[in-house]
């Protein structure tokens, strides 16, 4: 008995610790609880972690895998269609990001500002709304909107306004590399940036009124509260919002892959969207080169992930993981 | 008592207000007039590309299409299923794993928690995933939906940080009471939880009924494919059942659409609260 492990906590109680073998034992029903969870962990994600090897083998739907080294790295990066990819991940995910967290923050004001409490709800209700339809249907809709066909909502608006001739051809806005682009970010606005006015109302909402009374009692207009009590509050929070969403930036598809067509590729192929067109729309895939882009962008993905970590550990004192 | 000639001061109207009200109004139908004229053309029997407030030709053949023609009925009903069974898999998951998650002094509880957060920062990839799925004959079937969101770490992060703020004492008696982990658990911490498992329960439902991606991936098999990979494919990709019925292409296009989104947009007035909550849960504990 002598040797049973004595701990004193911070307070100076002591307290006798359980042997490890009794607490595993004590502890029976939560390990077989967990036991699910371990098995779905391990077989959804750590086993394919073991295919990354793939990276560095030919690997064709026929045929056994053939260790080639670094081949695919160097093929990957010769590559104008990869950097292609790579730029534009990076160029959508951030202007994405920064349109859509610009205008959840003016109408975040806006719902911030509205005195009439049921008007303030039904328009919140409402913007939410467009962030629960799938990237399937929101592509669908806008699709059908901006065809060139004749029941294409805009190309006729743009007849009637008389912008284009009554008799010329539609505009294909899907498929042209000038329209592409802003289209994705309307599209985005459109459904994101309800659901991301959420977390900065919650951030008005904590405001202490007493501010705005200093304010009122200074003489400040309306404009001038904003300007000096509303946007310095949600300073903090918007720097949350873009660490926390820039440790995504990789992970961009299916909103670019429901919208993009080979037209475009140029404006709009991603990282994600190129491995699986590199894998699942060719004759003879490499499985091989495919996870080699897989792995790179994970691995950029995770010092992404790494670097928000820190730097949210930094301004609000914890990590995002 | 003689009138007085005291008038209550008028409310004044700040030119703010009015703007106000304008650019709220605007916000709103900014939102509101494409799912109106979605759901307006889905009874229109005349494609037009104006918007209408009723239809002009009213008409239920592009639900009548729906509704008899296999090859759009059978992935509405894949999408019903894979959604039921995948939401309820993954609130097993995530309350068995965020339940055992919050056993303090359970041997290995960090060693789990890392195990699952290591998810979170590094990932096999695509394609790696599809050679697993394809080994474990997940391919071309739509288990592979109920599988693959099933388990979802995030959600158990959340479903864990819910389960912190059950007061520990309510364990303590249970335990002292002779309850086993597993009584614990269906007794006192699910009740417990309605909220949290509505909300949670709602994000996975969520994501299972909107997935196009991992049904574009993993699935080409027509019988297997769900709603909104059929409704993506046949508007987009021109891929347009052949059937009996001779609806107008635009009819049936915005019906379609209409059967995607109903079943969440039927639901949402009512659990609007349940809806957004998810959001907020992880943002309790701080």
Not at chain 1, 206 to 226: C, F, H, S, V, W
Not at chain 2, 10 to 39: A, E, Q, R, S, T
Request: aromatic share 16%.
């Amino acid at each position: 008995m002598s040797k049973k492990k004595k701990i004193t906590t911070s307070t100076g109680v002591e307290v006798r610790h359980k042997p490890l073998g009794l607490r595993i034992w004590n502890n029976r029903g939560y390990y077989l609880m967990f036991l699910p969870v371990f098995v779905f962990i391990l077989v959804m994600y750590y086993w394919p972690m073991l295919g990354i090897r793939y990276a560095f083998y030919d690997y064709k739907p026929v045929g056994a895998p053939t260790f080639v080294g670094l081949k695919h790295f160097y093929s990957m990066f010769k590559t104008d269609a990869f950097w292609s990819a790579f730029r534009n991940t990076l160029e959508l995910s951030i202007m994405k990001l920064l349109i859509t967290t610009f205008t959840a923050v003016i109408v975040s004001i806006f719902l911030n500002e509205m005195g009439n409490l049921f008007a303030k709800k039904t328009l919140q209700t409402i913007i939410y709304l467009p962030h629960f339809m799938s990237w399937a249907v929101v592509a669908s809709i806008f699709s059908l909107f901006l065809s060139p066909s004749s029941t294409g909502l805009v190309n006729g608006l743009l007849r009637d306004w008389g912008i284009l001739a009554p008799d010329a051809k539609g505009i294909y806005f899907l498929a042209s590399t000038a329209w592409w682009r802003p289209i994705f970010y309307l599209i985005n606005i459109w459904k994101e940036t309800g659901w991301g006015t959420i977390i900065f109302l919650a951030t008005l909402a904590g405001i202490n009124p007493e501010l705005y009374e200093a304010a009122d009692i200074d003489g400040a207009t309306r404009m001038q509260k904003m300007r000096f009590v509303t946007l310095p509050a949600l300073a903090n929070t918007i720097i949350t919002v873009l660490i926390l969403n820039l440790a995504k930036v990789m992970n961009m598809f299916e909103s670019v892959f429901v919208l993009y067509n080979n037209a475009v590729y140029s404006v709009s192929d991603v990282i994600s969207t190129y491995i699986y067109r590199q894998t699942f729309a060719i004759a003879l895939p490499n499985y091989g080169y495919s996870t080699a882009v897989g792995l790179f962008k994970s691995l950029v993905g995770c010092v992404l992930v790494l670097v928000c970590n820190w730097a949210s550990k930094k301004t609000r004192g914890r990590g995002i993981v | 008592m003689a009138k007085t000639a005291y008038r209550k001061p008028k409310k004044k109207v700040h030119v703010f207000d009015i703007v106000n009200y304008i650019v709220f109004i605007l916000i709103g139908l900014l939102v509101l007039v494409p799912i109106w004229k979605v759901v307006v053309d889905s009874f229109n029997a005349v494609g037009v590309y104006q918007f209408r407030l009723w239809p002009e030709d009213f008409t239920l053949d592009g639900y009548k299409t729906i509704i008899h023609t296999q090859r759009l009925y059978r992935p509405f009903i894949n999408s019903v299923i894979t959604t039921a069974l995948g939401t309820l898999l993954g609130l097993l998951l995530s309350t068995l794993g965020g339940y055992v998650l919050i056993q303090f002094d359970m041997p290995g509880r960090n060693s789990f928690a890392y195990f699952l957060l290591f998810t979170m920062i590094f990932s096999g990839g695509m394609i790696p995933e599809y050679l697993v799925m394809k080994q474990l004959h997940l391919v071309n079937s739509m288990w592979i939906l109920v599988v693959k969101h099933g388990m979802n770490v995030y959600n158990l992060v959340l479903m864990r940080n819910f389960f912190e703020g059950i007061p520990a004492s309510l364990f303590e008696a249970a335990e002292i009471d002779g309850c086993s982990p597993m009584g614990i658990f269906f007794k006192i911490v699910l009740p417990l939880s309605k909220a949290a498992l509505a909300s949670i329960g709602l994000m996975f439902a969520v994501t299972v009924w909107n997935d196009y991606s991992t049904v574009k991936i993993y699935i080409t098999n027509p019988d297997q494919v769900n709603f909104q990979y059929q409704l993506r494919n046949m508007i987009m990709d021109g891929d347009t059942p052949t059937t009996q019925y001779s609806v107008s292409q635009n009819t049936l296009f915005y019906a379609a659409i209409v059967c995607a989104i109903l079943p969440f947009m039927a639901l949402y007035p009512f659990l609007q609260k349940y809806f957004v909550k998810g959001v907020n849960i992880g943002a309790v504990k701080e």
